[in-house]
């Protein structure tokens, strides 16, 4: 864990010494929007493949699906941040009902949500903006 | 494949011969039906053919067959109105329903005819319907309630029902949770101690058929520790309730230093029971492991994926099949079409897998099982299969059929619903092509 937050300061750090500065409302450069999607993927399998599956399809009725999401790949990113937070259950999404519950992910630190919302905005057909560290780190501060 | 060519055809000219020679034997009045030229897309045992009756009725969970031969089938999910139920009619006797009609404001799963009437349940409720002398619904506005107020959780909803020839329906109320963790589905949360939700849910409950408006104070626990049925059976052989318990999911995500990836596909077992009353088959606090064969001590309730459970006040299961398939429909064959070994043996509809991710799905079939004296012979083999479309199922959402209900026609026909497109299935045995 400690190894990836380094890598983290270590690659913003050549990025602002080699490029211009990069602000928070700015997009991130390709190359940390790559990394940030590797080390998602491998959280995703950890902990989302199960009921998402491997094609991001969800099971019909059952689990939503995150592949084709008007809401995964949505704007509205603190709703996100906040299922990854907080869990969901018993909410119709589109119109649809589904038979399970997700867990609450807590335990996930700032930058592990960060990378795992990036992934599942950025695999199968979902394309979409980068999800940072520190806009988890403020949605966190503020949910209860 | 010129000799396959030839094959076939000499196929062809003895089956025109033989089923010619059938119907002169057989009087006028009856139209044999004929399975569809790919059998319905479905891989079969030799002899047997399939068919289409209907396609697309959105989301058909359990269904019957009256003694005319005409199919009510139950539909889930929020329906639009007069919707939850279907009735299929054949008119012309070609085996394709070509009256479709329906009734009903509630989406539910159960549905089953006795004694001259049609229940159905909601998630919540139990409804039953007059039949006519030809098997119709009288009155399809004004059914009777006779169960009300039971428990519905945000998992394993519905309420599987199935009746005995006393008098009494026994109605599947599944637990709203995975294994009773404080935090349900969260990595490393331990079992509530007792599990409180055993206590309205989780098991089977028994009621009156005759009685209005039941609720839990005049119905029984008649069987408890089952995490989830949805497939259930009255054998009436063996005067007799027969449960397809869904096991528990997510042995690895929740316990990842106990059980790796392969264990989390492999167990715990889909198990049957042969529930007497009183019978508590362990749920929360064992799970059937089908590679030790024996019921274990679960991770929640301080189990370490080896420690076996000696409680003997949990049963044994009848049978355990592989874990995670899904059994949502169980049959006893009484009928007279099929083959022998057949009779009195059971069909299960395995509604396919999802908790197996990142290992194949499987499931998707109709599988049998063979009984002898009230006792299956311990094999299982796949009797239908093909629902999904799929070699292999990687992601859950690409099966394009999954095998739901089962029910049985007057004349022996094997039917089974799929809730994906809504299609009924007419699987027929044909001696002639044996």
């Not at chain 1, 990113?77 to 519950?101: F, P, Q, T």
């Not at chain 2, 042995?251 to 042969?274: G, Q």
């Not at chain 2, 009183?278 to 929360?284: L, V, Y």
Request: proline share 5%.
């Amino acid at each position: 864990m400690k190894a990836i937050k380094y890598g983290v300061v270590t690659l913003t750090a050549f990025f602002l010494i080699n490029h211009q500065p990069i602000s928070a409302t700015e997009q991130p450069s390709p190359s940390t929007l790559k990394a940030s999607i590797g080390r998602g993927k491998e959280l995703y399998l950890l902990q989302c493949l199960a009921c998402h599956q491997v094609d991001g399809g969800g099971v019909p009725h059952l689990n939503a699906p995150l592949d084709g999401s008007a809401n995964v790949k949505g704007n509205n990113k603190a709703r996100l941040i906040k299922i990854v937070l907080n869990g969901l259950k018993g909410e119709e999404i589109e119109g649809e009902a589904y038979g399970n519950v997700m867990a609450p992910h807590k335990d996930l630190t700032d930058q592990q949500i960060a990378d795992i919302l990036t992934y599942v905005r950025n695999n199968w057909s979902n394309k979409a903006s980068q999800i940072t560290s520190a806009e988890v780190k403020a949605i966190r501060a503020k949910n209860k | 494949m010129r000799k396959i060519v030839s094959l076939c055809l000499a196929c062809i000219v003895l089956l025109s011969t033989t089923v010619l020679a059938a119907d002169s034997t057989h009087l006028n009045n009856q139209i044999t039906v004929k399975p569809d030229a790919d059998n319905a897309g479905l891989k079969l045992l030799p002899g047997f053919g399939a068919l289409k009756v209907a396609d697309n009725l959105g989301r058909t969970r359990h269904l019957v067959v009256n003694a005319q031969g005409d199919i009510y089938t139950k539909i889930m999910g929020r329906v639009a109105s007069e919707k939850g139920i279907v009735k299929l009619h054949d008119s012309n006797g070609d085996g394709k329903a070509d009256v479709i009609t329906s009734f009903g404001n509630y989406g539910g799963t159960g549905i089953a005819i006795k004694n001259g009437y049609l229940y159905a349940s909601s998630d919540e409720e139990v409804f039953r319907y007059k039949l006519d002398d030809k098997g119709a619904v009288l009155d399809t506005k004004q059914p009777e309630k006779i169960i009300t107020g039971l428990k519905k959780g945000n998992q394993h909803e519905t309420k599987s029902i199935a009746l005995d020839n006393d008098g009494n329906i026994y109605v599947n109320i599944g637990a709203y949770s995975n294994s009773c963790q404080i935090e349900d589905r969260t990595k490393g949360s331990l079992g509530k101690m007792p599990c409180p939700i055993l206590d309205s849910a989780g098991g089977i409950w028994q009621f009156k058929t005759s009685v209005l408006n039941q609720t839990y104070a005049q119905g029984e626990r008649y069987a408890t520790g089952l995490r989830n049925v949805v497939g259930l059976d009255w054998n009436s052989q063996l005067n007799q309730l027969f449960v397809m318990q869904h096991g528990r999911d997510q042995l690895h995500d929740l316990f990842p230093e106990l059980y790796d990836e392969r264990a989390n596909a492999e167990k715990p077992a889909e198990t049957m029971y042969a529930i007497k009353k009183g019978t508590n088959a362990g749920w929360p606090y064992v799970y059937y492991d089908p590679e030790l064969n024996k019921k274990m001590v679960a991770p929640e309730y301080g189990g370490d994926a080896k420690k076996e459970s000696t409680d003997p006040a949990f049963s044994n299961p009848t049978m355990a099949f592989p874990a995670h398939l899904a059994p949502n429909g169980l049959l006893f064959y009484t009928g007279n079409q099929f083959p022998e070994k057949y009779k009195n043996g059971a069909f299960i509809a395995f509604h396919g897998s999802w908790n197996r991710a990142p290992l194949p799905q499987a499931g998707y079939f109709v599988v049998f099982v063979p009984f002898e004296n009230g006792k299956p012979t311990g094999k299982w083999e796949v009797f239908a299969d093909g629902f999904s479309g799929m070699e292999v199922v990687t992601g859950t959402r690409g099966a394009a059929h999954r095998p739901c209900g089962l029910a049985q026609g007057p004349d022996g026909s094997l039917y089974v619903s799929d809730d994906v497109k809504g299609t009924i299935y007419r699987i027929v045995y044909n001696k002639e092509t044996k």
